[in-house]
């Protein structure tokens, strides 16, 4: 399997209020993507929107400052011409040696404006489907002339190979009728926030039974945030103490975002969190050691899996054999909870890159060993 991080630039012990915020600049994010690379973790995602820094800019930064971690780059389609984005593609995943994975966001109806995307939510696959068509192409090398109702452009040649063939991964993530269609189509990786397995479970068959009949085949991620603890009673421990630092209002106004919203995933997320009334944080583990608390105070992935390392692995093995092989997962702070949860539960599970991790761990007893 593979177990992703997280990088963005909300972070702190609760950050969704402004005392529990920490800043988090170049420096800090350095520190924490040595922490992904030197943990053994496959790699990390990128996201954009709430502030982020440019995915390129910083992931570009990163490189000469990790050896092994893979970047997940989230790429709004549409916004940067297909040849431009081959060629900054190319060349991060040359300056990378192969260490790019691009996450297409086809995005929403506040996100898009700003940016001169003006088109509906269905229309948005339309160009998604269109660009990555056009962007696939481009990585063969070809010259590319492309007249779509969407994507136009003639002559474009990519003359910058990149390491992975015949493209850098291309994962995506999408729940509307026309998302899982793109997804059929073009991903290499279909992802989902964290729903139960049951729910997770049938969008993996959609999106299998479609790309079955284009002759593709897809894997499946699942984005999930950890509360891991040595015992179960101090991981909803402190998922009772994240749960008392989430103050009515900010769950108000957060309810109101999230319903408004056009995309699919969110409202299915939303059928999820909202399904029944909490007075504690317990009263929302909507499946075992499933906990719905932080879809409360913010949109996108509002679960967590809650428990001693034994029960999360569990837990984690149940999507795996849904058929789930790629895992998003944080733990808040970002850069305390990477490193418990590579204390605690990747030595569990069985990922694919540690075995090139380099290890001076003493293997006897722990003795006082420096003198002086
Ligand atoms: C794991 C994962 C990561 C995502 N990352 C981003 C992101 O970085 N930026 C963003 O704007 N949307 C992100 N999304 C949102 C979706 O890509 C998509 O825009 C949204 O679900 C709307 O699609 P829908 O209406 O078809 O469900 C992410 C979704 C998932 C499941």
Redesign the pocket.
Known sequence: MELYWYLIPHDGAYPWAKRGRREVNFDYLAQLARAVDHLGYTGA?????GG?HD?WGLGSALIPLTRRMKF?V?V?PGITAPLMLAQQAATFDQFSQGRLII??????RQ?MPPYGIELA?DER?GLTDEYWAAFKQLMSGETVSFEGQHVRFRNARLELPPVQRPHPTL??????????NVAAKHADTY???GEPPPLAAEKIAQVRTRAAKLGRNVKF???LNLIVRETKEEAWAAAQWLYSHMDKDAIAFTRARNEQ????????MNAVVYERPHRHARDLEIYPDLWAGFGLIRG??GTAIVGDPETVAARIEEYRSVGFDTF?VSGQPLLEEAYRVADLLLPLLPIEQQQHKESNVIAGPFVAAARG
């Open positions: 995602l990128l996201a954009t929107g982020a995915a997940i989230a709004h996450n297409i966001v086809t995005g929403d996100q939510h696959y994962f995506f993530a999408g729940s509307s009728e026309p998302a899982l992802l989902t926030w991620g699942i984005r919203s056009e995309s699919v995933g969110q409202h299915r996108g992935p998003i």
